[in-house]
């Protein structure tokens, strides 16, 4: 039986190992610096960084969703950019990402937004053709670019004032 | 003579007109839909959706840079998300890109923020070099997805409640 509701500031451990989980599948555990603490500070203060719904599989967490707005200068409205999306492994099939997927739509329409975005990986195909089922268009032409640690750092100091 | 400053909102005729000048270079015009009133509602009222940048080359706007928080969940911080970088074609080759690129890397570091992201066309190829001479890295693996429009709405409409 599925439930999915908003997470809350005690899901902080819960989310932590979903999100631990979702690094294992994507085959990155080893870049995972992210504790309870910089989650609860981070999606459950003042300021909220990110929102996230959980899935539960009879009355416990088995997935999440995580999401925040982002900006189209050429439509002029925000939209909703999807982070993540999982689902453990041993609970795949019952439809809970898809349901996840489509809950994080209907927050995006009923608060006007009129884009969605993620990104997938390109190997992983059964989210590729997951997607591509939903009338989703993957991008052909746009190249994700990250400046991060020593190179950001970097960046700043080279910076005028 | 550059100067960098914030935008303000007596800027959005000037700025609405620059988002324009970059769709021309994306070949992208036919999507820009924001107006003026767009730009003063999500840019500079109670809630602003983005912050951004004005480049002045001797008390001219000639550039701008365009950016909002996103979240790693693997770093546990908010990251800066560089959303638009333009130059007007004839004022290029004087650095001001550049200057708008890494002014935006400094208040990111100044925030705490430990990830600066944007989106590169594959067939632009300066600014791919530019990219890279800085550091940065381009994705191979990620694919950006976006769910808009009839796509969206319907998603949405399949959402359980």
Request: proline fraction near 4%; include cysteine.
């Amino acid at each position: 039986m599925l439930k999915i509701r908003p997470a809350v500031a005690s899901d902080a451990a819960t989310l932590r190992s979903l999100i631990l989980g979702l690094a294992e599948y994507e085959k990155l555990t080893h870049l995972v610096k992210i504790t309870e603490e910089d989650l609860l500070r981070d999606g459950f203060g003042p300021a909220p960084r990110f929102r996230c719904l959980i899935a539960e599989w009879d009355g416990q967490p088995v997935g999440y969703a995580l999401f925040f707005y982002n900006y189209s200068t050429f439509l002029g409205h925000a939209g909703i950019y999807l982070e993540d999306l999982f689902v453990w492994p041993e609970l795949r099939g019952r439809g809970i990402g898809k349901a996840l997927l489509l809950k994080v739509a209907k927050i995006a329409v009923d608060e006007g937004c009129t884009r969605y975005e993620w990104q997938v990986l390109d190997w992983n195909q059964p989210s590729i053709d997951f997607y591509e089922s939903m009338g989703a268009s993957l991008s052909k032409q746009w190249i994700p670019v990250r400046a991060e640690g020593e190179v950001l750092a970097e960046m700043a100091r080279k910076s005028r004032d």
